[in-house]
């Protein structure tokens, strides 16, 4: 009985599933056997590839999905034989039923068979979306591989890029004069992520390329939501404060952890959201060539909008509009981006420009002097600098804005960084009393103004840039 571990599985009661029946029957007019890929929002997305023969479905499941090129094999586990029935299956599995969840189908279609062994079936695919040569092959145990032979269907598919430094916006003091060049965009208080959406999974990474998927569970989600489309996506992850605004302290509670346990705590109480603001890469194509104004209509395109993650709108010529409003909701200002401009990766470009409400600047800390009175045994305040034609320059020190928490961590993370010498080798010599340390860590600094002497007049720390390299922080000098 084939189809016995099937039916074992299922109560037919419950499930709108079809029950193994009569194959003769169930077996429709065709020339060639047929073939279904289905498209399975379970406990975890993944795809069922089914092959029509001797009145079952042979059918694997495949979690990142129909590999499109030969560059890559993906994963194939082989499960039970399905009813022919199951071919034109699509519906809602209840909860609490074996495999529970959404099916659609995704491809359908004839095949021919050019080899069929118990460890290797070869098929030539003739579908609706899938056209080509493929094989199956078994690697140990149960273990299954699927693999593309022929070409790519599209002759110009790009693979996707594994890494991509994002583009930087210049800072600028006032709108652009020629407003009418320009789309307009609120600027978010968080940190940069650039999210690598691939058969349903999503890899992020940050501004520095170092993978922090695992640190936001949260934003997963995103991958079922785009299914089998292949994304490479631009934005920020931010974390709302108790006002309804974008908080990069509130965030702070977020960056750095590694350990499951902490995420999972963490998550509860301080939940993140992606804010999605560019689109580098879609289906097998790269979109960084495209002006902005084309990469921004294929973002909308895709209706990227979840619980925790959204594309806000951009709006060209609005800047004094766009401003005033980020002024209103407490925001941090706005960015402005030329319609016509390419996505440059890792260049700092006045294509793009940022318009701050209040000023503000990262900085490496390259140590502390000692606090007083109630701060006696802690940090009294950080000194902070940035680089100039290879140099460290001291930019000052900051007293304010620490949490209880943040001193602690800091004095944490800075002892063991300690230094007899001074990090600093330009600019105004830092004070006497200082504990030196090395240059590794970077904080976000707001200020009031630069003075005369490249100090910062009126300080305020506000959280640290982990995803930050030292060496690439530098004075930011509007354009």
Known sequence: MPLEQYQRKRDFAKTPEPAAGDAKRDRKRSKLPRFVIQEHHATSLHWDFRLERDGVLVSWAVPKGIPPDPKRNNLAVHVEDHPLPYIDFAGEIPEGNYGAGRVSIWDKGTYEVVKWTDREVMVDLHGERVEGRYVLFQTNGKNWMIHRMDPPQDPDREPMPERIEPMKAKLATALPRDQQSYGFEFKWDGIRAVMFVSGGRVRLSSRSLEDITNRYPELRGLGETVGAHELVLDGEIIAVGADGRPSFERLQGRMGLTAEADIRRRMKEIPVGYVIFDLLYLDGHSTMELPYTDRRRLLEGQKLKGRYWQTPPSTPGEGSTALEASKKLGLEGVMAKRL??????????????????????????????????????????????YYQDGKLVYAGKVGTGFTERMLDRLLSLLEPLRRDSSPFEAGVPPPRKAHFTEPRLVGEFEFSEWTSSGQLRQPSFKGLREDKDPRTVVREIPA
């Open 340 to 385: 016509d401009s390419t996505y440059q990766p890792g260049r700092r470009s006045d294509a793009w420009l940022k318009i701050k409400n209040h000023q503000g600047q990262e900085l490496v800390i390259g140590g502390w002097l000692p606090g007083e009175g109630a701060r006696s045994g802690r940090i009294g305040a950080l000194l902070v600098g």
